[in-house]
């Protein structure tokens, strides 16, 4: 079974940093794409993003270019999100999503909260 | 970026009736060298993580109801619930995957009337 588990979300002040982890089992990691996706309160969902399977590629919504970093160790089958410079408007549920080899996201973890609030 | 825009923002149908979700994409979403659909539909209820609900436009995921079906090509696409039954009430949303970043359209609350 298939089955993704975030951690590392908690309360952090504006401008500080933190560090989400989400572990994988259940399938063979280092195979699949991964993604973060997030949900601000009372927002839909906001692709934040996603990295190749050995970390040659990695993409990312505007808003947080420069300031978060997808990254992943296979050997641990870990897929991470380094968030940098925290503002407000990233408090969000974060979720780590697979995605499908034929497209969308087929497998996610149940969310950790980050809240940026001094 | 591709501006995934859905309608309406909400709406309310009855037990047994079908519903409808629209979704326009800002650009086309259709790839020509596989003539596939980038897109995406998710099933989001309250306190769960999304469910992936159709991909490539038309094709549903594995064990998903087939009272749910995609449709479109291009720029537009719909969602359509047959038979709706409680268990539907969700968020649903289109995501496009053509290109990065891959946007989300704004959600569609459906509902029981």
């Known amino acids: 079974e298939v089955q993704l588990v975030e951690s590392g979300g908690g309360l952090v002040q504006p401008g500080g940093s933190l560090r989400l982890s989400c572990v994988a089992s259940?399938?063979?990691?280092?195979?699949?794409?991964m993604t973060w996706v997030r949900q601000a309160p009372g927002k839909g969902l906001e692709w934040v993003a996603n990295?190749?399977?050995?970390?040659?590629?990695?993409y990312y919504v505007d808003s947080v270019k420069g300031r978060f970093t997808i990254s992943r160790d296979n050997a641990k089958n870990t897929l991470y999100l380094q968030m940098n410079s925290l503002r407000a408007e990233d408090t969000a549920i974060y979720y780590c999503?697979?995605?499908?080899?034929?497209?969308?996201?087929?497998?996610w973890g149940q969310g950790t909260l980050v809240t940026v609030s001094s | 970026d591709i501006v995934m825009t859905q309608s309406p923002d909400s709406l309310a149908v009855s037990l047994g009736e079908r519903a409808t979700i629209n979704c326009k994409s800002s650009?086309?979403?259709?790839?020509?060298?596989?003539?596939?659909?980038?897109l995406a539909w998710y099933q989001h209820k309250p306190g769960q993580p999304p469910k992936l609900v159709t991909y490539?436009?038309?094709t549903r995921e594995s064990g998903v109801s087939d009272r749910f079906s995609g449709s479109g090509s291009g720029t537009d696409f719909t969602l359509t619930i047959n038979n709706l039954q409680a268990e539907d009430v969700a968020i649903y949303y289109c995501?496009?995957?053509?290109?990065?970043?891959?946007?989300f359209g704004q959600g569609t609350k459906l509902e029981i009337k």
């Open positions: 999503a697979r995605e499908k080899g034929n497209g969308g996201n087929s497998h």
């Open positions: 995501q496009q995957y053509y290109s990065t970043p891959y946007t």
């Open positions: 490539w436009a038309s």
């Open positions: 990295i190749q399977q050995f970390g040659s590629e990695e």
């Open positions: 259940g399938f063979t990691f280092s195979t699949y794409w």
């Open positions: 650009q086309s979403v259709l790839y020509s060298s596989n003539n596939k659909n980038y």
